[in-house]
């Protein structure tokens, strides 16, 4: 956590005994520190402390390379504790400061959250000049604009929510790629024959090669898979990073003095663009797993609400004072939620969500989504 004092780094004492002055070894960097200040938190009072014994939770002042889940342990007794899973955001801002002379605060603060907050993300748009805040909600990402506001003094301007889409493929295709190029001094050349298939929900890019007899040298294969691997960054229907494709190399060819690595994978990128437009692209958004409570009175009308935002109803659980409605809805219908179930529960209802799988947008959806990508990147 940052604080005026400097940064504070929590820590939870599972065995032992830790005391001011000793060295510790941190088992996820190999890096050893010192411990310097140790002080117990109350709310914001802080109160200096030399030792501190397993059950404690202490902060410690000014820790350079400690990370959120990091394990430190005695440098003679190195062991390293399950790290947290944080999973990767779904929902994206476009920010800007209101004023000039806030861009470098704006920096320094947002430096200053990231290391805080490891499901919260920055990044920098290179066509706009955009600053986009990537998190897991859209609460989460008014608290990062409010604690800029209050904490930071950096007023910002504030785009309308993105959503985090994702693109796949859903029939496998064998096709060929030939990249040459001839002008002057030595050429380019590189041949592949490969096949894209849709791969298991979940695992990603997958690169196989089973080329035989030379056709493509070992050597050249790394590029090749390095040309596929970048450009599922950019999915063909709307630019959308792309998930759980296979792609395989099983000949090809190359000649002696203009085959090289930049060219291989030069022709792999040619391959990507050529084929996964005949693959059947398909559009994927984030579904959130959604837990509402609602009263008994209110049930009928909660229910038919997340219906109309394409929900899936999954369970449901009745209380003593009220009922539990549990739920997989797309994010994308999520937007402004709150406001709507506590209209329809006198203010009665709550609700909590968290990133549950990407599933098939309808195409209805897709054609919506696909065609706002496009009037964006026109008015760009």
């Not at 802080?46 to 990091?70: F, P, Q």
């Not at 030069?266 to 990507?272: N, Q």
């Not at 739920?327 to 994308?332: R, W």
């Not at 599933?359 to 008015?379: F, G, L, Q």
Request: a negative charge.
């Amino acid at each position: 956590m940052d604080d005026r004092f400097g940064a504070l780094t929590f820590i939870r004492i599972y065995s032992g005994k830790m005391k001011k002055g000793d060295t510790i070894l941190n088992s996820a960097t190999g890096k050893t520190e010192r411990i310097g200040r140790m002080v117990e938190m109350h709310a914001n009072d802080r109160n200096e402390i030399d030792s501190a014994h397993a059950g404690d939770i202490i902060a410690v002042v000014g820790m350079k390379a400690v990370k959120t889940g990091h394990t430190l342990c005695d440098p003679k007794h190195e062991c390293t504790l399950e790290p947290m899973i944080f999973p990767e955001p779904v929902i994206s801002i476009a920010v800007a400061p209101k004023d000039k002379g806030a861009s470098e605060k704006l920096g320094v603060a947002l430096g200053k959250m990231v290391s805080e907050d490891p499901s919260f993300q920055v990044e920098s748009d290179q066509e706009t000049g955009e600053t986009i805040l990537k998190g897991m909600g859209e609460l989460h990402l008014d608290i990062k604009v409010d604690i800029l506001k209050r904490t930071h003094g950096v007023e910002l301007t504030v785009g309308a929510p993105q959503v985090a889409y994702r693109e796949t493929i859903t029939k496998p295709v064998e096709d060929s790629y030939t990249h040459k190029k001839q002008s002057g001094g030595s050429g380019q050349f590189g041949k592949i024959d490969y096949r894209i298939k849709p791969g298991e929900q979940g695992s990603g890019f997958a690169f196989t090669s089973s080329v035989v007899g030379g056709n493509v040298p070992k050597e050249f294969w790394p590029a090749i898979e390095k040309g596929f691997k970048e450009m599922m960054e950019t999915g063909p229907m709307a630019g959308f990073p792309v998930l759980d494709v296979e792609v395989e190399l099983f000949d090809g060819g190359f000649h002696a003095v203009d085959s090289s690595a930049i060219a291989f994978e030069i022709a792999a990128k040619g391959a990507f663009r050529q084929s996964m437009p005949k693959a059947g692209p398909q559009l994927l958004e984030p579904i959130m797993k959604v837990d509402v409570f609602t009263p008994e009175d209110h049930v009928g009308d909660v229910i038919g609400d997340l219906n109309r935002r394409r929900g899936m109803i999954k369970d449901q659980q009745a209380g003593v004072t009220g009922v539990r409605i549990k739920g997989d809805v797309p994010l994308s219908e999520m937007f402004g939620y709150i406001g709507t179930l506590r209209t329809m529960t006198s203010g009665r209802g709550q609700f909590s969500m968290e990133f549950s799988h990407y599933a098939p947008c309808p195409n209805n959806v897709a054609e919506k989504v696909i065609a706002e990508v496009k009037e964006r990147n026109a008015a760009k």
